[in-house]
């Protein structure tokens, strides 16, 4: 199975994009590439597919809007950061898909709704009646109030769980990479690209994990962890590259690296056998 494959027999996509992805090299928020991607969901949209987007970037557009705050580390700026980004984060999202007469509607989540049954229930109606509205539903996590009890901290276990409860047929991961490879291709040479990933538990026995980077708050660790939680789920997960485009993705003309779902796990997670 291919990238190509799944994308082509998947109606119900989520899409995170990363803040490495969407930040420009002097940190500011890339609104070209805003503009692209709109474009790009708008082409899948009118082949049928519908989209959630999970969006990281509101500490980088705080930090665009005011730049005096880059060196403050006291959580309580962070929080306040966040705040004054969301804004703006959603401002030009809004603006990206409104040229493609899109609407867009954002949920900010953390990890206690996730675990309560009638705050999940509620985000769930919410996402299936924003998209068959054909309103696209921009998710982060709500780091304005979120402490580290509550927090889920990172945007991409926070989109496997929009995936899982969104019943979604592919999770797909934008990073600053093109995909998992055997060790940090901008440090070791020899690094090779896994185009296809079956076994997680094997993967880690393989590769060198490393850290986070500039700008993001996870790393390749917690894109493993996705994978992990949507292909016990059925739901395949693909990690490339931001640069790439979703129809370059669709048509096979560029790579990444697929978690294939696991689909023993998901009748065991259906009929509850062990």
Same mark, same amino acid.
């Given at each position: 199975?291919?990238?190509?494959?799944?994308?082509n027999?998947?109606?119900?996509?989520v899409?995170?994009?990363?803040?490495?992805?969407?930040?420009?090299?002097d940190?500011?928020?890339?609104?070209?590439f805003?503009?692209?991607?709109? %474009?790009?969901?708008?082409?899948?949209?009118?082949?049928?597919?519908?989209?959630?987007?999970v969006?990281?970037?509101?500490?980088?557009?705080?930090?665009?809007?005011?730049?005096?705050?880059?060196?403050?580390?006291?959580?309580?700026?962070?929080?306040?950061?966040?705040?004054?980004?969301?804004v703006?984060l959603?401002?030009?999202?809004?603006?990206?898909?409104?040229?493609?007469?899109?609407?867009v509607a954002?949920?900010l989540l953390?990890?206690?709704?996730?675990?309560d049954?009638?705050?999940t229930?509620?985000?769930?109606?919410?996402?299936f009646?924003?998209?068959?509205?054909?309103?696209? $539903?921009?998710?982060? %996590?709500?780091d304005s109030?979120a402490?580290?009890?509550?927090?889920i901290?990172?945007?991409?276990?926070?989109?496997?769980?929009?995936?899982?409860?969104?019943s979604?047929?592919?999770?797909i991961?934008?990073?600053?990479?093109?995909?998992?490879? *055997?060790?940090? $291709?901008k *440090?070791?040479p020899e690094?090779?690209l896994? *185009?296809e990933?079956?076994?997680?538990?094997?993967?880690r026995?393989?590769?060198?994990?490393? %850290?986070?980077n500039?700008?993001g708050?996870?790393?390749?660790?917690?894109k493993?962890?996705?994978?992990?939680?949507?292909?016990?789920?059925?739901? $395949?997960?693909?990690?490339?590259n931001?640069?790439?485009?979703?129809l370059?993705?669709?048509?096979?003309?560029k790579?990444?690296?697929l978690?294939?779902?696991?689909?023993l796990?998901?009748?065991? %997670?259906?009929?509850?056998?062990?």
């Amino acid at each position: 199975m291919t990238i190509q494959d799944v994308l082509n027999n998947s109606r119900k996509i989520v899409i995170k994009v990363g803040s490495n992805t969407l930040a420009k090299s002097d940190g500011t928020i890339n609104v070209d590439f805003m503009l692209n991607f709109a %474009e790009q969901c708008a082409s899948l949209i009118l082949r049928g597919k519908q989209i959630i987007l999970v969006s990281s970037g509101a500490q980088i557009s705080g930090l665009s809007t005011i730049s005096g705050w880059a060196h403050k580390r006291d959580v309580h700026y962070r929080q306040a950061l966040s705040a004054i980004g969301q804004v703006e984060l959603m401002d030009k999202w809004r603006f990206a898909f409104a040229k493609q007469n899109l609407h867009v509607a954002q949920l900010l989540l953390t990890k206690e709704d996730f675990e309560d049954d009638h705050r999940t229930l509620n985000i769930r109606n919410t996402m299936f009646t924003l998209v068959d509205e054909n309103v696209i $539903p921009i998710i982060n %996590e709500n780091d304005s109030v979120a402490f580290d009890e509550i927090r889920i901290g990172d945007n991409d276990n926070l989109s496997a769980l929009t995936a899982i409860l969104w019943s979604a047929d592919v999770l797909i991961l934008f990073s600053d990479i093109d995909g998992v490879y *055997t060790d940090n $291709p901008k *440090t070791s040479p020899e690094a090779k690209l896994l *185009t296809e990933v079956k076994d997680i538990s094997l993967l880690r026995s393989q590769i060198h994990v490393g %850290e986070t980077n500039n700008f993001g708050t996870g790393g390749i660790e917690t894109k493993i962890q996705a994978a992990e939680k949507t292909t016990a789920f059925g739901i $395949p997960l693909v990690l490339t590259n931001g640069a790439f485009s979703l129809l370059d993705l669709a048509e096979g003309k560029k790579e990444g690296t697929l978690f294939v779902a696991d689909e023993l796990s998901l009748f065991k %997670e259906i009929t509850g056998k062990r």
